[in-house]
Each structure stands twice: as structure tokens, then as C-alpha cells.
């Protein structure tokens, strides 16, 4: 699919995976609406950005908030993308030295990944069905009409999960799991459905680790030895952007690591 004259929303914008995808879309022609939490970094990101990007403040697990951040895409053209990159990781032992890990703790990791996430997938898709479909396809290739795609983020901690990560794994397992049914859901609706699954990256929670820590991180990636790049996983988006055969399908993006116990 061709950005040029459409719009797409791209959550956890401000930073890290978010925003290196805003970058990689903003540069192919489409209109972006970051979305993020309140503060400085979404003003920040949008001023980069420049063009015609913008920048809503949004709890992604919010309808009525983020009804509104696919609205404000969809005054600027036709929303065609929606990525999710929002989400957090939270680490406890089912029970730990202080007893069994706080409920509450995991009902908010499943709440903002995995809620979160099919919110916005369902309010874009609505506003993608209401569209024009689009003639798309890759050089040589026979084109295909399509409405939009919906990229996710899900983690390599739902197929790898490590000790404290029950809740995260949960959260980001829900993610992989849902992405086949919605492919079917929507395929009516020439919407494709795909999931990455990022491993080690380059992020701004990874840089309030100690360089040690991340250096050892590094090392366990088979190859290439070392963190991914949120332009990596940008440029992922963009092909599956391009190509309309990739849909219903969880990618790893992971230079082959499978994470140990801990």
C-alpha cells in the first residue's frame, strides 16, 4: 500500500519504537498522528517529525480517547495504518519475599498491552472500514484491493517468557493469540492483521539499564550480536505495509534469541 495521501496513528509515538515508526511513515507520505500519555516528549516528537504530524494525549485502553485520536487521523486523509507500540513492562513473581504479586499490578500490564491494544485495533479498523478500498501490491506482483493494516507489537516474551514476567508474557501472549482471529475478523473488510514480536531493542527503558546490563543483553543475541534498532522494527512496518500476502501471522524480530529462565 502506497502512504501518500493517507493518515496513520501510531501509539507509544513519543519514544522508542513508536517514534522511529512515526519517522519511517512520515518519510513514506502518510499524515501521522502519534499517541501517547500527557507530557513534553509528544510535542517533542511531533516538532521532528514536522509536516502535517500531530500529537494526541491518550490512555490507549480509553474508547472515548483514543475514538478521538482516530478521529483527528482520519481529518487528515483516509486512515489506512494503525501500529501499536504502546505498552509497559512490569516484572513480579507470582509469590516473592513480600508474598503473592499484586494483583492490581497485573490487571494494569494486561489492561494498557493487551486491552489497549484491541481497543485501538477495533476503533481503527471501524474508522478503516469506512473507506475507499485501495489498489496495493509490490512490483510484479498482481495488485489487491485493501482498506488498511494494523500492525501490533506483541513481544518475544510470549512464546519466551521469563521468571517475574508472568503478567508481561500474559499480556503479550494475548497479543499474538488475537492477531490470527482478527486477520479472519476483518479480512471481510480488506483489512490484513499482522504482529511483531521484537526481542532485545534499543529503547528508552533498555537506556535506564546499566551499560553492563545491556551489553550482557547484547550478548546472548545469536546474531547480530547486539540490541535491535528501532529502525529496524520501523522498516519491518513499512514492508508489511508494502505487502498485502503478510497478514494473520506473528514475525519475530529477534537476531534468533530465545531468552533463558532469567
Given amino acids: 500500500m502506497e502512504l501518500t495521501g493517507t493518515s496513520a496513528i501510531v501509539t507509544g509515538g513519543a519514544s522508542g519504537l513508536g517514534r522511529a515508526t512515526a519517522r519511517a511513515l512520515v518519510d513514506g507520505g502518510a499524515s501521522v498522528v502519534l499517541v501517547d500519555l500527557p507530557g513534553p516528549r509528544g510535542e517533542e516528537a511531533v516538532a521532528e517529525l514536522g509536516g502535517t504530524a500531530r500529537f494526541v494525549a491518550a490512555d490507549v485502553a480509553d474508547e ?20 501499536n507500540c504502546a505498552g509497559i513492562a512490569t516484572g513480579n513473581r507470582t509469590v516473592g519475599r513480600e508474598g503473592p504479586a499484586p494483583l492490581d499490578v497485573f490487571e494494569r500490564t494486561i489492561r494498557v498491552n493487551l486491552i489497549g491494544t484491541f481497543n485501538v485495533t477495533r476503533l481503527a479498523a471501524a474508522a478503516m472500514a469506512e473507506t475507499e478500498p485501495v489498489s496495493a501490491g509490490v512490483a510484479g506482483g498482481p495488485a489487491t484491493a485493501e482498506r488498511g493494516v494494523i500492525v501490533n507489537t506483541a513481544s518475544v516474551a510470549a512464546f519466551d517468557g521469563q521468571i517475574g514476567q508472568a503478567a508481561y508474557s500474559a499480556s503479550k501472549g494475548g497479543v499474538a493469540a488475537m492477531t490470527l482471529p482478527l486477520a479472519r475478523d476483518l479480512s471481510k473488510l480488506l483489512i490484513r492483521v499482522v504482529t511483531i514480536a521484537p526481542g532485545i531493542f534499543e529503547t528508552p527503558m533498555m537506556a535506564g539499564m546499566p551499560q553492563e546490563v545491556q551489553d550482557s ?46
Fill in 217 to 262: 543483553l547484547a550478548a546472548q543475541v545469536p546474531h547480530p550480536s547486539r540490541l535491535g534498532s528501532p529502525a529496524e522494527y520501523a522498516d519491518l512496518v513499512r514492508a508489511i505495509v508494502r505487502n498485502p500476502m503478510l497478514n494473520g501471522e506473528t514475525i519475530r524480530l529477534d537476531g534468533a534469541i530465545r531468552m533463558q529462565p532469567k
Fill in 64 to 83: 472515548a480517547q483514543v475514538r478521538a485520536a482516530v478521529a483527528a487521523a482520519s481529518a487528515l486523509a483516509p486512515l489506512r495504518v494503525a501500529v
